[in-house]
């Protein structure tokens, strides 16, 4: 993925909404790059508030075959868009084949973002009742145990560094990002995974979508 598109969704988990807009701009403006970038930067400017951009950078995505976590994530982001639109019928229609081509992998980690319009389109889907309502089920269950989790055993620094450790930054580029020495870093991430109970970095990050 983009470094410029990790650096604006930190500047976005950081409240840093302007920033953010001004590191993703260039990566749309090119036309250019990974298409797993153009996903989840589609992602980001829905969360900011700018569906026209999330359409474009979906449509860049969208060009060449993608992985199928990212496929995932774009079906999912324009099923949210679809929803912020008032396009109901579009929006299910787009959730539903986000859970089939998550279910053979289980690629679930574009349903537990902490974002209350795919929260509330989850619940409406089970609702409505769905052919995979095994793993709809699943994800529901696993996004109240991560609400749980992040709300009530970690710290705000440790959320954020737990934040940086699902992007390719390494542990110095953290302590840089964030304005703390790296051997503070190193503690944080510690404390991270004595609380996930893991041992590993990818551990970490599997063990919160696994929730």
Request: proline share 3%; glycine share 6%.
């Amino acid at each position: 993925m983009s470094r410029r598109v990790v650096s604006a969704w930190l500047s976005h988990a950081e409240g840093r909404a302007d920033r953010a807009l001004a590191l993703a701009a260039p990566v749309l403006a090119s036309g250019t790059g990974a298409p797993v970038a153009h996903a989840r930067l589609a992602e980001l400017y829905r969360v900011l508030g700018e569906p026209a951009l999330a359409t474009k950078a979906l449509r860049l995505a969208n060009t060449v075959a993608l992985p199928r976590y990212a496929l995932v994530n774009t079906l999912v982001t324009s099923a949210a868009l679809n929803a912020e639109a008032g396009r109901g019928r579009q929006a299910h229609e787009q959730l539903d084949r986000a859970l089939e081509a998550a279910t053979a992998e289980r690629v679930l980690a574009p349903f537990l973002a902490d974002d209350e319009v795919i929260g509330d389109l989850l619940g409406a889907h089970a609702h409505r009742g769905s052919r995979h309502h095994v793993l709809l089920q699943s994800i529901l269950e696993r996004r109240g145990h991560l609400t749980s989790l992040l709300g009530g055993v970690l710290t705000r620094r440790e959320n954020e560094i737990l934040v940086c450790l699902r992007t390719e930054l390494t542990a110095e580029e953290i302590a840089s990002h964030l304005g703390i020495t790296y051997p503070t870093v190193k503690t944080h991430i510690r404390s991270v995974y004595r609380k996930l109970g893991v041992s590993s970095r990818r551990a970490a990050v599997h063990a919160i979508d696994a929730r």
